[in-house]
Every structure is written in structure tokens, then in C-alpha cells.
């Protein structure tokens, strides 16, 4: 079964940088995509990121571009958020999520696609 456990987030002032993490303490890590998800207060949760199993594959949302980078590291069964020039808009609850399907970019966008999801993480910007 996969079992995913987050950490990284935190208070950072805005212009700053976190990099989340997502450990999966499950079997199958290595061979499923990953996506990443926030949920702002008063707001659905919305897609961020997404990396297929080899890790090659990626995409991320508009608003995020350029800013926020997924990664993985199937050695250690982890996946990554870095997210760099945080703004205030990025505040919110931070979710990975392991794929149940085969890998899409568009699919990948939407929580259809993903079977599993860790508990989330905090993650806060101040002006």
C-alpha cells in the first residue's frame, strides 16, 4: 500500500524559498506518477505539479511556473516541491498525492487521477 508522509512547509517571509518532501513508506512508489496539490482556506483544493514515475514528464500549473519545480527520487522512494520567489497567493494547505492511473498531463490536473493522498502540510507566506 502506499503511505505517504509530507514535511517541509512552514512560515516564510514572501520572496523565499521551501522545498517540501513526500516520502512514501509503501512498495510501489517507483513506478506510479506523483502530483502535487494546495487548498487555500475558503477554496478547493487546486493542482500544482506533477511528475511522471521516471520522473522526465512533468507539468505544472500557470501559476506556478517558473517559481515551483516537482522532482523525484525513486532511490529513496521521495518526491519534491521547490518552490522558490514564494508569494503571499501561495499560502495554503500543501498535499501529495500517488497516481492510480496511467500517466496523463492532463489527467494528472484533476484528483481523478490520484489514489492516494498524504495528510498536507502548511505552508504560509508573509508580505
Known amino acids: 500500500q502506499v503511505q505517504l508522509v509530507e514535511s517541509g512547509g512552514g512560515l516564510v517571509q514572501a520572496g523565499g524559498s521551501l522545498r517540501l518532501s513526500c516520502a512514501d513508506s509503501?512498495?510501489?512508489?517507483?513506478?506510479?506518477?506523483m502530483g502535487w496539490f494546495r487548498q487555500a482556506p475558503g477554496k478547493e483544493r487546486e493542482f500544482v505539479a506533477a511528475v511522471d514515475w521516471s520522473g522526465t514528464r512533468k507539468h505544472n500549473t500557470d501559476s506556478v511556473k517558473g517559481r515551483f519545480t516537482a522532482s523525484r527520487d525513486n532511490a529513496k522512494s521521495t518526491v519534491y516541491l521547490q518552490m522558490n520567489s514564494l508569494k503571499p497567493e501561495d499560502t495554503a494547505v500543501y498535499y501529495c498525492?500517488?497516481?492510480?492511473?496511467?500517466?496523463?498531463?492532463?489527467?494528472?490536473?484533476?484528483?481523478?487521477?490520484?489514489?492516494?493522498w498524504g495528510q498536507g502540510t502548511q505552508v504560509t507566506v508573509s508580505s
Open positions: 498525492a500517488a497516481g492510480g492511473a496511467p500517466y496523463s498531463p492532463i489527467l494528472y490536473q484533476t484528483e481523478d487521477a490520484y489514489a492516494h
Open positions: 509503501g512498495r510501489t512508489f517507483s513506478k506510479i506518477a
